[in-house]
Each structure stands twice: as C-alpha cells, then as structure tokens.
T-cell receptor, first 114, second 113 residues
Framework: DAGVTQSPTHLIKTRGQQVTLRCSPK?????VSWYQQALGQGPQFIFQ???????QRGNFPDRFSGHQFPNYSSELNVNALLLGDSALYLC?????????????FGSGTQLSVL | QQQVKQSPQSLIVQKGGIPIINCAYE??????FPWYQQFPGKGPALLIA?????SEKKEGRFTISFNKSAKQFSLHIMDSQPGDSATYFC????????????FGKGTKLSVKP
C-alpha cells in the first residue's frame, strides 16, 4: 500500500518563475492538505482540497493556488516565486470525516528559489 | 501570532536519558494535540496524540502529559536511544479542522551513545 507520494523530490527555480508540485494521496484517502516548512521551522498550513474544491486556507497569498483531480491527486502552484518561497512543501492526505490521527504526510518537495 | 510555542529549540541527552519537550498553546478551542517525529529528508510522522479529557497518555517509551488549566503539554521519551535522534514537533488542532494542524517550531533531539 503506497503512502503519500510527492514529485519532484527536489526543484530549483529562479525568482519570478512559476512552479507546480504534485501529490498522490494514500490509497483510500480523498482529502489533500498542503504545508510549507521553512528551514528550521514547523510546517505551516497552506490549504486543503476535498471534492476538487479548496475547503480551508491558511495565511498564504493568492500566488499559492491548487487543484485536485477526480482521482484525488493534487497540485500546488506557486506563481511569481520569491526567495522566501524556498522551503520543503509537504502534502498530507486523509479521508474526509476522520480525525487528524489519520493524517499522513509525504516526504515533501524541496524547493529552492535562486 | 504564534499559537503553539515549543521549547527547547534543541536538546542533547545521553542514551538512556529522558528528554522532555514542552509546548504551550493559546487557543482554548484546540482539542487535539499530537506529537510528530521528523527525520531528515522525510515528512513528519505521527508519534502519539492526546485529547484534553485525559492528563496523560503512554505509548511504548513515549508519554504525553497534558495540563489543560495551564494550556501546556509535554513529550517524555523514556530510555532514549540514538535512533530517537530526530526533530520533534508538537501541534494542535480544533474539531472541524481536519488536516489543518498548527505546529510548533520544533525541537532537534540528539541522543548520544
């Protein structure tokens, strides 16, 4: 049973560019949450997708957007990259209605903005 | 405004020691308090979690102590091993916020052999 898978594992972009990160949830899960983890910090909630719609959003600008596909996989898009967007981006999946004890994280995508 | 404050930032103990990591929260609506363990290059993995209706929970060598009136909770690792060396995060969430956890800044634990 595959867990949460994310791609790519590492990515280098230039300031001002756009980036797309991908996440496949754990088998049987239908809800995807995205987090940003800056170096030396705890993960920060970006947003959550369920039924192909954004359901919750943290304190992140509109440059951060997402999408969920009918197979429950998800994308995180970041436009007009800033140096401060350099971070580990984590995807977490769950099944709607279950407690956060059933939340599983992927290994993340390490984004470096130069 | 940091809703979950974690200390210490780093911790070094000898094998067999009992590291203690502390967290304090502000939002009284929080009702779920997990601890996550993260190794380099990996995502956080749930270690143990507690809800406010109990004051202590043990799972193997890991214990959470919870003080609702003080709005504090802590993680104790009994008989720590070098393999426990990792970064530990406390977090909190409220009912209805599935998938939306508020994390502390983390504690880097090193267990010396």
């Amino acid at each position: 049973d595959a867990g949460v898978t994310q791609s790519p594992t590492h990515l280098i972009k230039t300031r001002g560019q756009q980036v797309t990160l991908r996440c496949s949830p754990k088998s049987g899960h239908d809800t995807v949450s995205w987090y940003q983890q800056a170096l030396g910090q705890g993960p920060q909630f970006i947003f959550q997708y369920y039924e192909e719609e954004e359901r919750q959003r943290g304190n992140f600008p509109d440059r951060f957007s997402g999408h969920q596909f009918p197979n429950y996989s998800s994308e995180l898009n970041v436009n007009a990259l800033l140096l401060g967007d350099s971070a580990l981006y984590l995807c977490a999946s769950s099944l709607a209605g279950q407690s956060n004890e059933k939340l599983f994280f992927g290994s993340g995508t390490q984004l470096s903005v130069l | 405004q940091q809703q979950v404050k974690q200390s210490p930032q780093s911790l070094i103990v000898q094998k067999g020691g009992i590291p203690i990591i502390n967290c304090a929260y502000e939002n009284t609506a929080f009702d779920y308090f997990p601890w996550y363990q993260q190794f380099p290059g990996k995502g956080p993995a749930l270690l143990i979690a507690i809800r406010p209706d109990v004051s202590e929970k043990k799972e193997g060598r890991f214990t959470i102590s919870f003080n609702k009136s003080a709005k504090q909770f802590s993680l104790h690792i009994m008989d720590s091993q070098p393999g426990d060396s990792a970064t530990y995060f406390c977090a909190a969430s409220r009912d209805g916020s599935q998938g939306n956890l508020i994390f502390g800044k983390g504690t880097k634990l090193s267990v010396k052999p």
